[in-house]
């Protein structure tokens, strides 16, 4: 079921707008990406101080305000749109996720208030679609201990706790590995989206904690990534429109054969697509929004479905601006490269939509 | 004047009262005279002009009391399009610009069902995306006007007692500016309907063409050179209820739930056995998504319309240009050679051969793709308009389109 958004929810958009409009503008962005670290750890801490964000959709229980995906949806279309270079999609939506959809009590109260009040950044270690699982679990001296590689972990260089897939020998399970423990390296990585860091992430016997029973996680781990894809494809939705506003405003004002190229068929009718593009992916990525507030069984199909079509319809927008500026376009001076290489990014982040168009149709039966 | 400010409680007490006066559970002749006199017919109408001016809402609430009592016959106004298209189309357009004379001969034969079938006398060979640009001249001889030109697309030409005729009244303006809309009589000698054979081998659609046939001056719906602004009311009417249509032009349902939308594309692969293909089913789950997002588009647009103008509608129809071009496309080279073979005096049984051709309809019919890209870019993005050498300049002067031939059946 697609609904209509609150009276509350509306002015939650607004306010995360303001803010973000306050704390991450494109001079920001820019500084940002530049860094290894990624993002401003006092800006983190005032969005989760000021607005809780990262706790927004985390229960009550475990020290969040208890909203649901609505809102969280809304709080990363906004972010999406404004490009914010945080550790958001691995803290609250990915590591976040795998917790609350594991059966494990013990490791939600004591990892999600940390995630909920900023204090703790996780994100999550697992094998995309179509690459190879890495890591390996081993019982060692009554413990589990992690061996192997996880490359490209959003976020892995500023985690204070990674949640990581591994083959137990006996099933794929989850094990919760904290910064700092022996045997874990990271290794940040040149990366074509700066705006979203990742890390190359090394275990040599590092000591680590299963989360759920191990070798139990697959099921845990799915659910988790229907759920990232929902919270990506409305990231996505964000950066789209924001690219096409970005194009449709260039149009109006440069001016070249004595008018505005606004005025250009040629280009006009590629922006009318590209408007179809986004409405239509946005009401791809808030049906699975509310498929996932009601935790429908329709959510696995709606999330495949959402991940495929806004991906595509992200890289298509971000790629018509480029073009709509021209030579501009191309240059590092005008940021529609920055739209362009989130993008790419988030294509690749959780499986390409090839992949995710496959799902749909398994997850229908046919 | 005519606008009431009854409460929906107030409207459902008025109804009860009437009808515990007027009803006497007979639906005949004098029942149906009360109920026009009464206001019931169309409620929603001024109370001046044979409704009672009362708001949707309220004319719903009183609506309910006449179901409850059994009685038939009113309320013509809150159905859809489809049940009246004539109610909309002419009733609309008279009521915000007709005069009182035309206004007391029509509305009431609307609303007994003696003015029900009509047809539209709007494009013209050379005047299509540039509906403006039409060419057919009205010219005034004494208290009658005198039509001449050709009209195109007209469905229901034969079977129509009446035409909404948009015609040219005055050459020397603009060409927005110089056309009068009018209601014209269509059984008469200076009017001929030719149907037009489509590709389909179907024919619902005919040429018109008007030789010295006369419409009293008395019947143009608004003033002269008002035509254009009394067509769009025509329009929108026409535009909501295609808008609200759920099937595909051929009248191929088309399934919109999560679950059932690629039904009839799995089924024309299982049946290719093709089901298996990766390939084949990328393009069932693009196509799926396709129409199931402009499904849930449509109904966030439903949803803003009621708060106000909404732009997510205009998009609906650009999307639904792909969904069917490109689901016609699957089922005709799943159906494979099959589809060679296609009935001309029977299309109806080779539906996926007609779905191929009828989805044209969609991507030309009511403003193509086009012309829908142009208004979205420009109403909705706001860019600026390309450049309009008729711009200001009288009609006379302005470089016209022509038909290249006749395209109708003699």
Same mark, same amino acid.
């Given at each position: 079921?697609?609904?209509?958004?609150?009276?509350?929810?509306?002015?939650?958009?607004?306010?995360?707008?303001?803010?973000? @409009?306050?704390? @991450?503008?494109?001079?920001?962005?820019?500084?940002?990406?530049?860094?290894?670290?990624?993002?401003?750890?006092?800006?983190?801490?005032?969005?989760?101080?000021?607005?809780?964000?990262?706790?927004?959709?985390?229960?009550?229980?475990y020290g969040g305000q208890g909203f649901g995906w609505p809102e969280l949806g809304i709080v990363l279309e906004e972010m999406g749109r404004?490009?914010?270079?945080?550790? #958001?999609?691995?803290?609250?939506?990915?590591?976040?996720?795998?917790?609350?959809?594991?059966?494990?009590?013990?490791?939600?109260?004591? #990892?999600?208030?940390?995630?909920?009040?900023?204090?703790?950044?996780a994100t999550l270690a697992f094998p995309r679609p179509g690459t190879p699982l890495r890591v390996k679990a081993e019982q060692a001296d009554g413990g589990?201990?992690?061996?192997?590689?996880?490359?490209?972990?959003?976020?892995?260089?500023?985690?204070?706790?990674?949640?990581?897939?591994?083959?137990?020998?006996?099933?794929?399970?989850?094990?919760?590995?904290?910064?700092?423990?022996?045997g874990l390296r990271t290794t940040l990585r040149p990366t074509l989206d700066q705006t979203r860091k990742l890390a190359d992430v090394e275990l040599t016997g590092a000591a680590a904690t299963p989360l759920g029973e191990p070798g139990n996680g697959a099921k845990t781990l799915a659910r988790a990534l229907d759920l990232a894809a929902v919270g990506l494809a409305a990231e996505q939705v964000g950066g789209a429109q924001a690219a096409l506003d970005m194009g449709v405003e260039y149009m109006k004002v440069r001016v070249q054969f004595g008018q505005p190229i606004g005025a250009f068929q040629a280009l006009k009718h590629m922006a009318a697509d590209a408007l179809v593009e986004v409405?239509?992916?946005? @009401?791809?990525?808030?049906?699975?929004?509310?498929?996932?507030?009601?935790?429908?069984?329709?959510?696995?199909?709606?999330?495949?479905?959402?991940?495929?079509?806004?991906?595509?319809?992200?890289?298509?927008?971000?790629?018509?601006?480029?073009?709509?500026?021209?030579?501009?376009?191309?240059?590092?001076?005008?940021?529609?490269?920055?739209?362009?290489?989130?993008?790419?990014?988030?294509?690749?982040?959780l499986g390409e939509p090839e992949y995710h168009r496959a799902q749909v149709a398994e997850r229908l039966g046919f | 004047m005519g606008k009431s400010t009854m409460s929906p409680d107030e409207a459902a007490e008025a109804a009860r009262s009437w009808l515990s006066d007027h009803w006497h559970g007979t639906d005949d002749a004098a029942w149906h005279d009360a109920l026009l006199s009464a206001g019931w017919a169309a409620p929603t109408w001024p109370a001046d002009t044979y409704g009672r001016g009362l708001s949707r809402e309220a004319a719903r609430a009183a609506a309910d009391e006449f179901r409850a009592a059994g009685a038939p016959g009113g309320f013509l106004d809150l159905a859809s399009f489809h049940e009246h298209p004539w109610l909309h189309l002419l009733g609309n357009p008279l009521l915000a610009f007709g005069s009182a004379e035309i206004k007391e001969y029509f509305l009431p034969r609307l609303l007994? /069902?003696?003015?029900?079938?009509?047809?539209?006398?709007?494009?013209?060979?050379?005047?299509?995306? $540039?509906?403006? /640009?039409?060419?057919?001249?009205?010219?005034?001889?004494? $208290?009658?006007?005198?039509?001449? /030109?050709?009209?195109?697309?007209?469905? /229901?030409?034969?079977?129509?007692?009446?035409?909404?005729?948009?015609?040219?009244?005055?050459?020397?303006?603009?060409?927005?500016?110089?056309?009068?809309?009018?209601?014209?009589?269509?059984?008469?000698?200076?009017?001929?309907?030719r149907p037009i054979r489509q590709i389909t081998g179907d024919t619902e659609f005919n040429e018109v063409f008007l030789t010295d046939a006369r419409v009293p001056a008395a019947w143009m719906i608004g003033a002269p050179g008002q035509g254009w602004k009394a067509l769009q009311i025509a329009l929108a009417a026409e535009r909501t209820g295609m808008g609200s249509m759920s099937s595909s032009m051929s009248g191929t349902a088309i399934k919109t739930g999560l679950r059932d939308a690629a039904d009839d594309l799995v089924e024309a692969a299982r049946r290719a056995g093709r089901l298996d293909d990766p390939q084949t089913r990328q393009e069932i789950?693009?196509?799926?998504?396709?129409r199931l997002t402009n499904a849930w588009t449509g109904r966030r647009a439903a949803a803003e319309i009621k708060r106000g103008p909404s732009s997510l509608a205009s998009l609906g129809k650009l999307a639904m240009s792909r969904i069917l071009h490109a689901g016609a496309d699957f089922t005709y080279r799943m159906q494979g050679e099959e589809s060679l073979v296609y009935d001309y005096d029977n !299309?109806?049984?080779? !539906?996926?051969?007609?779905?191929?051709?009828?989805?044209?309809?969609?991507?030309?019919?009511?403003?193509?793709?086009?012309?829908?890209r142009n208004i979205i870019s420009e109403r909705v993005l706001g860019l600026p308009k390309g450049y309009e050498p008729d711009k200001g300049v009288p009609f006379r002067d302005v470089r016209k389109g022509a038909a290249t031939r006749s395209v109708s059946q003699a």
């Open positions: 079921m697609i609904r209509e958004f609150t009276e509350e929810q509306d002015e939650l958009r607004t306010t995360v707008r303001k803010f973000l @409009s306050d704390h @991450s503008d494109e001079t920001e962005v820019r500084r940002l990406m530049d860094t290894e670290q990624g993002y401003d750890p006092e800006v983190w801490q005032t969005m989760a101080a000021q607005l809780g964000l990262q706790g927004i959709a985390i229960p009550e229980e404004a490009l914010l270079c945080a550790p #958001f999609f691995s803290s609250v939506v990915l590591a976040a996720n795998t917790l609350l959809a594991s059966e494990d009590t013990d490791a939600k109260q004591r #990892f999600l208030p940390g995630i909920a009040d900023g204090s703790v950044i589990w201990r992690l061996t192997g590689t996880a490359p490209l972990v959003t976020d892995a260089h500023v985690a204070q706790l990674l949640l990581v897939a591994a083959d137990t020998g006996d099933g794929l399970g989850l094990f919760a590995v904290e910064a700092g423990t022996d409405e239509t992916a946005r @009401s791809a990525a808030y049906y699975a929004l509310f498929a996932a507030e009601d935790d429908s069984d329709e959510l696995p199909v709606a999330a495949s479905l959402a991940a495929a079509y806004c991906t595509d319809a992200f890289v298509s927008t971000a790629h018509q601006n480029i073009q709509f500026h021209g030579g501009m376009g191309f240059t590092w001076e005008i940021p529609a490269h920055l739209y362009f290489k989130r993008a790419r990014s988030s294509q690749l982040l | 007994n /069902g003696e003015v029900s079938v009509g047809c539209l006398l709007y494009s013209e060979p050379g005047a299509g995306s $540039d509906l403006a /640009g039409v060419q057919t001249r009205a010219e005034l001889d004494g $208290d009658t006007y005198v039509v001449n /030109g050709q009209k195109i697309w007209t469905t /229901g030409g034969h079977q129509a007692k009446y035409g909404l005729l948009l015609a040219r009244t005055d050459w020397d303006v603009p060409k927005h500016a110089g056309l009068s809309f009018f209601v014209i009589d269509m059984q008469q000698p200076g009017i001929e309907v789950v693009r196509i799926m998504s396709w !299309p109806l049984a080779c !539906p996926v051969d007609r779905d191929l051709m009828f989805a044209f309809i969609n991507s030309i019919g009511g403003g193509s793709d086009q012309i829908q």
